[in-house]
């Protein structure tokens, strides 16, 4: 199947830092999403971006589908961005489809 | 519009035991996966439904196991619980435009089991 990785596996940053997260990915995908786990476990929605450029405030992503890679940019990093971000893709089959995640990046903003 | 929801929270069990989580998707979204999240294992897809039938299933043994009601609500039963069945599962609900594309996946706040 296919594989998803991401990088830094782990990322400490000093509030107002800028930062870039990494995912590729081994074979063509049809979705690509973003996520931010919170302390409580939920996965909160970020960017459905299988492809091309989305800004949302101080987060931005970007998907180069036929190079097999997505960043997640994050600029004047706050405490309230600490938590982990995951990756996931999705290839749609016949047999139904589902999201493939990355292990995840844990990310720590501090004060 | 409301989000996923799942109930209960959080659940503790006893080994050999069986038990039955719940997840009611965004309204309108006929497409409900399940997820299982462990520190070991990362996030593993479990199961997806679409109009009441499962159309792809993930590698878990045949103790995990699901359905989906007309209204779209889903549920997923394990038996005969193992300590290692311990995780967060998590559910994510989609609308499907024509049946088969997936749109983008929103999650539930997901049950806690514990098995002791």
């Known amino acids: 199947g296919i594989q998803v990785e991401q990088s830094p596996p782990d990322l400490i940053l000093q509030e107002g830092a800028n930062s870039t997260l990494r995912c590729n990915f081994s074979?063509?995908?049809?979705?690509l999403q973003w996520f931010h786990q919170n302390p409580w476990g939920q996965l909160i929605n970020l960017f459905y971006?299988?492809?091309g450029t989305k800004q949302n405030g101080r987060l931005s992503a970007t998907t180069v589908a036929t190079e097999r890679y997505s960043l997640l940019y994050i600029s004047s990093s706050q405490t309230t961005d600490s938590g982990v971000y995951f990756c996931a893709v999705e290839q749609i089959k016949a047999a139904g489809n589902k999201l493939t995640f990355g292990g995840g990046t844990r990310v720590l903003v501090k004060p | 519009k409301a989000g996923v929801t799942q109930t209960p929270r959080y659940l503790i069990k006893t080994r050999g035991q069986q038990v039955t989580l719940s997840c009611s998707p965004i309204?309108?979204?006929?497409?409900v996966s399940w997820y299982q999240q462990t520190p070991g294992q990362g996030l593993q897809f479990l199961f997806e439904y679409f109009s009441e039938t499962q159309r792809n299933k993930g590698n878990f043994p045949g103790r995990f196991s699901g359905r989906q009601f007309s209204n779209s609500r889903s549920e997923m039963n394990v038996s005969t619980l193992e300590l290692g069945d311990s995780a967060l599962y998590l559910c994510?609900?989609?609308?499907?435009?024509?049946?088969?594309?997936?749109?983008?996946?929103?999650f539930g706040p997901g049950t806690r089991l514990t098995v002791l």
């Open positions: 971006i299988p492809s």
């Open positions: 994510a609900s989609s609308f499907h435009r024509d049946g088969t594309v997936m749109g983008e996946q929103f």
């Open positions: 309204s309108g979204h006929r497409s």
């Open positions: 074979d063509s995908v049809n979705n």
